[in-house]
Every structure is written in structure tokens, then in C-alpha cells.
């Protein structure tokens, strides 16, 4: 097959199950996705001892997962860029995005392999409400490569803002949050179409 590689800018509130307008069930008035991914943020179980926020969030290769395409094999991780939309007076932040568990390729003839994945973290410096169309390979936007060569695949992953320990992340307003973007590139090889 032919490599190919790819972008993908992924909503953190789409990977989270926030994928529209819900009836708050006390007040029966209308949530947006924007409310519901700032009531993720407030929820106790989303922060560490510290109270650095920790979203915990899955991704995969399964027909119809709504991000990686099927028709990829060996599609892995070439760098992360994050963006961090509706904060305000903070030029930039500081994101540890953690991968481990158990990760799956595609194979060549189409066949899924697992593999246990050792924990492996990646420090991102995180954009601030930057604008998606800047957000490409080419962008000012620092991307990491801390995860080069993982799985796109995981059903564990873990974003945490460290705000005890990082002083860049002290200012950080994380209730203003409406959103993390997480853009991915990566690569794979293109499977052989069927006849």
C-alpha cells in the first residue's frame, strides 16, 4: 500500500459523548455542548489529588468510530498539537497528554493486533483559541512528538492541566474552557481496495 498521512482535529467534547443540545434533568433547561463540557470540567471526579484537571477519554479504529478512517493500516501517531478554546488573558498552556494500555494496528491484509502499550506522556504547549485553519502541518502552532509511532488507537488516555505545579498553567481560567481540539497527524498505509 501507499503511506499516506493524515490530520485530524478531534473535539475532546465528542470523545467525552458530548454531542449535542440535553435537558438539564433538575432545571429541564436546554444544555449546550458548550455547558455540558464545562460541567466535565467543575465535576470532582475530573480532578486529580492536586486538582489538576484529568479527562480520561478513549480512541479507536472500529467501523464507524467517527474520526480514523478503516481503510488505513499501521496508522500511527507522527506528532500533537492542542488548542484550547474560550480561555482568555493566557497566551499559552501547558497540556500532558498520557497514552497507555492496550493499543491496536490495522494490519496490511486488515487484521487487528493488540499490543500493551507502556504509559508513554507527552508535553504539549497548548494554542489559545487558535483558529482552526492555522492549526495545519504547516502552522506556528508547536506541535509534540513525544508520541511518535504509538497506535492511534487506545482506550486509555488521559489529558491532565496541571495548574499545582506548572506556573504557566497557574493563570489558566479553566472555567471559561469550552473546549480542548486535539490535532493529530498521523500516518498509515492504505489498504487495497476491494474489487
Excluded: C
Excluded at 20 to 36: A, E, F
Excluded at 90 to 117: A, F
Aim: aromatic share 4%; proline share 7%; charged share 15%.
Amino acid at each position: 500500500g501507499t503511506p499516506q498521512k493524515r490530520q485530524d482535529l478531534i473535539s475532546l467534547s465528542t470523545l467525552l459523548g458530548i454531542t449535542g443540545i440535553i435537558q438539564d434533568p433538575v432545571t429541564h433547561q436546554p444544555l449546550s455542548i458548550i455547558q455540558q463540557f464545562q460541567q466535565k470540567v467543575a465535576l470532582p471526579q475530573n480532578r486529580d489529588a492536586a486538582g489538576n484537571l484529568e479527562l480520561k477519554f478513549r480512541t479507536s479504529i472500529d467501523p464507524g468510530n467517527g474520526i480514523f478512517g478503516t481503510e488505513l493500516a499501521m496508522d500511527t501517531i507522527q506528532d500533537v498539537k492542542i488548542n484550547l478554546v474560550g480561555l482568555s488573558g493566557s497566551p499559552t498552556g501547558y497540556v500532558t497528554l498520557i497514552q497507555s494500555g492496550t493499543g491496536r494496528l490495522r494490519g496490511e491484509d486488515g487484521s487487528l493486533t493488540q499490543y500493551d502499550l507502556q504509559p508513554k506522556t507527552a508535553l504539549v504547549a497548548a494554542a489559545i483559541n487558535a483558529d482552526a485553519s492555522i492549526l495545519g502541518s504547516d502552522s506556528t502552532v508547536p506541535a509534540s512528538t513525544d508520541l511518535f509511532g504509538r497506535p492511534v488507537d487506545d482506550p486509555s488516555w488521559t489529558l491532565l492541566i496541571d495548574q499545582a505545579d506548572d506556573p504557566m498553567n497557574a493563570a489558566l481560567n479553566l472555567s471559561q474552557l469550552q473546549d480542548i481540539q486535539i490535532i493529530l497527524d498521523h500516518q498509515g498505509i492504505t489498504l487495497p481496495q476491494s474489487p
